[in-house]
């Protein structure tokens, strides 16, 4: 079972935050991490484990339960991808913040309730506050689990807002990934019942079309991922694996091309033919996502 810490970010901190989460990784001052225990708490964290960063909470100077029910600005949910480490690398404009873990964003909401986390989160992140921004383990990973739960944007297992995420083995990692990616399907279909893949032109129900990242999301950062421009409608009729897998890439033109394999089949070397020559709609903002597809999608 991942061990979850948890982490307060204050108002004036808004800036370290966004670079943070864009760079991935978050990082503490020497002094913070040398109280009773705060080193030991990010020592523990582990590849696969959360950590969940709350900004912008109520006046933290209170009895303990007292935020049970208080309001936070913004929660993003992390996974670690590097365990703790220390660098003098600049990073931050204000400090350097040497004792650092590497971490992958999973999910993030905007006025979040505490009963979204729950008391012992909540607690947690009270905790972090009057300990400038230490990392509090709280048992097990309740909280994330029930932030993923409760949440409207959860979709069901499966169907078209299900994607695969490479050596995400957390079950409620996979919910929140999900989320995300509901999330932006929403924003790209805005309401749309029917909706035109990017890549073959057809006219779908939404319920064949996906978001699907032209940079793949593993490699994107933080930024890339939330960005319009790095998604496009791919239909589930097939446009989406042939792309996903690089068998079809689009040129400098915005015209689509088979890159055939020796291990094609003529019946996969068929179905990227068949898009041959299609151009790509909405071509120019998503211009140097494809680029990017293009040199790193051999072999997928």
């Not at 929660?75 to 404009?93: A, G, L, N």
């Not at 694996?241 to 089949?265: I, K």
């Amino acid at each position: 079972m991942p061990n979850t810490a948890y982490v307060y970010v204050p108002a004036p901190s808004r800036r370290n935050l966004e670079i943070g989460l864009d760079q991935g990784f978050w990082g503490w001052r020497t002094p913070t991490l040398d109280r009773a225990g705060a080193r030991d708490a990010v020592k523990s964290l582990a590849v696969g484990d959360f950590l969940v960063l709350a900004y912008k909470g109520p006046n933290c100077r209170v009895e303990a339960g007292q935020w049970s029910h208080a309001q936070l600005k913004r929660v993003v949910v992390t996974q670690v991808t590097r365990p703790y480490f220390t660098s003098d690398e600049s990073v931050w404009p204000d400090d350097v913040y040497p004792e650092r873990i590497g971490l992958d964003v999973l999910d993030e909401e905007s006025e979040v309730p505490g009963s979204a986390l729950g008391a012992d989160a909540m607690e947690a992140l009270r905790l972090s506050a009057n300990k400038q921004g230490a990392a509090l383990l709280a048992a097990g990973f309740t909280g994330v689990a029930q932030f993923a739960a409760t949440s409207a944007d959860a979709p069901a297992t499966g169907g078209p807002d299900s994607i695969e995420h490479s050596g995400m083995e957390s079950a409620v990692a996979q919910v929140l990934v999900r989320r995300e990616q509901a999330k932006l399907r929403r924003a790209m279909l805005n309401g749309a019942t029917v909706a035109t893949c990017a890549l073959c032109g057809r006219a779908l129900p939404a319920r064949l079309i996906r978001a699907a990242h032209i940079k793949r999301r593993s490699e994107a950062n933080h930024a890339e991922r939330r960005l319009m421009a790095n998604i496009m409608p791919a239909c589930l009729l097939g446009c989406d694996e042939l792309f996903e897998h690089g068998h079809v890439v689009v040129d400098d033109y915005g015209v689509v091309q088979p890159r055939p394999r020796a291990t094609d089949t003529p019946d996969l070397r068929d179905a990227a033919k068949f898009l041959q020559g299609r151009v790509v709609s909405d071509f120019g903002p998503r211009a140097e996502f494809f680029a990017w597809h293009r040199e790193n999608s051999a072999g997928q």
